[in-house]
């Protein structure tokens, strides 16, 4: 079970630090701080709004960091020029790095070309996580295929118990 949850929450972080590099980066940073206290309700700046809060009914799943139980996870991973120009792999990058350090899961990168997707699906056992930038063509046969083949499986019935809220942001801002 903890490596399910371990395993979604790492996925969870790759969608999230995989979309936070898609706004706008011609936006200006320099806001001038306000005093929320003064502002009616609804009036917030675009992108401001105050988090929701999980759902109330919601399993809550006590977690602490890094994790007692030592947990080794392989990641399948196509390979990176913008990586590769800076260090040997994804293990020796600063984010990496400390992500394991943060969370006490030790990863085993396995990295193979973009064009070569299809070979961890091959590999028997599979790594834990196959993270894809285009799931269509990295299966053969596309997403619907490999959900049919049991290769993925879809995450939504996990997130209640342990992603309430990741589940919460998907339903408030749905991509």
């Known amino acids: 079970m903890k490596k399910k949850i371990v395993s979604l929450m790492l996925i969870a972080i790759m969608v999230l630090s ?9 936006k200006e940073t320099t806001a001038a701080p306000t005093d929320k206290g003064t502002e009616a309700p609804g009036t917030e700046a675009p992108g401001t709004e105050a988090p929701t809060d999980a759902p109330t009914d919601a399993p809550k799943v006590e977690v602490t960091y890094p994790l007692e139980e030592k947990v080794k996870l392989t990641i399948g991973i196509p390979s990176s020029a913008n ?16 992500l394991q350090k943060r969370t ?34 990295s299966y053969p046969g596309g997403i619907a295929t490999a959900l049919e083949d049991k290769v993925i499986i879809p995450i939504t019935e996990y997130l209640d118990e342990c992603a309430p809220d990741y589940k919460a942001v998907m339903e408030a801002k749905p991509v």
Request: include cysteine.
């Open 18 to 26: 995989a979309l936070a590099g898609c706004g706008d980066q011609n």
């Open 83 to 98: 990586v590769t120009a800076i260090c040997s792999g994804y293990a020796e990058t600063p984010f990496f790095k400390e």
């Open 104 to 137: 006490g899961v030790e990863l085993e990168f396995v990295e193979v070309a973009s064009k070569d997707m299809n070979l961890l699906f091959a590999q028997d056992p599979m790594p834990d996580i196959i993270y894809s930038h285009n799931m269509a063509t």
